[in-house]
C-alpha cells in the first residue's frame, strides 16, 4: 500500500547518522523508500548503520562539518537531494561563569556556523532539488533553556530563524524547510546523562513527561512527515514533540 507518507524514489542525506536520533531517521526513512546518504564523522558508526538500512542504493560519506575540506568532500560526492535531514551537533552544558571563547567557538562551529556553511554550499552547487524537504534539528531549548544551556540553546535558536529564512528564499522552487524540536530522547546521551545526574535526579525529570520520554522512533516519524508529500502544504515551522512536558504537570 501506498500512502503519502512514502519517500519512494527520494535521495535524503542524514548527518549525524552514525547513533541516536540521527542513525533512527536513517533506518526508517530507508523503510518508507527513501536511498539514504550517511553523514558522521565515524566511519566505523556509520556503518553499522548502513547495515541496518531496508532497500539499496544507499551511500556513506565520512566527513567533519566544521572541517571545509570535509564539507567540501561532502558536497562533491553527492548527487541531487530531494531531502536533508541535519541532526549533527552537540551538547555541552556549561554555567555561564565557564564559559570562554573556546567553548563559544567550539559549539557555534558545530551547531550552527558549519550547518549555515554546508547549507549554503549545497545550494551553490545546485544540490537541492526543486521541490526537496530540509529538516533541521533543534530542541525545546531554544525557546526553553535550562541551567548550563547558554551555548546550546543560542545555537538551537539561531538554527530555527535560519530555517525560516531558508523557507523564505527557497520557497519559489517549491522548497521547503522546518524544525523537529524533541524534549528528552532515550538515545545513548540519555544513559549518559543518568549516570551524571544520578537515576533519581532524572526519575524526578521523567516524571514530569505525561507521555513519557521520547524514543528515537518518534522523532524519525516526525521528520518522516516533513520529508514526505503529506506535508506539501507546510514550510517555516517548528514541530516540538514533547509528550506534553511543557503543559507544566
Known sequence: MTTPFHLDGKK??????????????????????ASVILNG??????????????????????ADLTSPADREKLVNGISALD???????????????????????ETINLNYESTVLLMA????????????????????????????GALY???????EAFMKVLALELYPQGVRANCISPAMVKTPLYAYAEKDAS?????????????GVGMPDDVANAAIYLLSPASRWVTGINITLDGGFLLGV
Open 12 to 33: 535524503i542525506l542524514v548527518t549525524g547518522a552514525s547513533s541516536g536520533i540521527g542513525r533512527q531517521i536513517c533506518i526508517s526513512i530507508s523503510k518508507m523508500g
Open 41 to 62: 564523522r565515524n566511519e566505523k558508526e556509520l556503518n553499522e548503520t548502513l547495515k541496518l538500512l531496508s532497500g539499496k542504493d544507499h551511500q556513506i560519506i565520512a
Open 83 to 105: 531531502g536533508f535531514v541535519h541532526c549533527a551537533g552537540s551538547v555541552q552544558p556549561f554555567p555561564v561563569k565557564f564559559i570562554d571563547q573556546k567553548k563559544i567557538d
Open 121 to 148: 554550499a549545497l545550494l551553490r552547487a545546485k544540490k537541492i532539488n526543486n521541490n526537496a524537504s530540509l529538516v533541521f534539528l533543534s530542541s525545546i531549548s531554544s525557546q526553553h533553556p535550562h541551567k548550563g
Open 153 to 159: 540553546a543560542g545555537t538551537k535558536a539561531a538554527t
Open 199 to 211: 537515576k533519581e535526579t532524572m526519575d524526578a525529570h521523567v516524571a514530569k513527561y505525561p507521555l
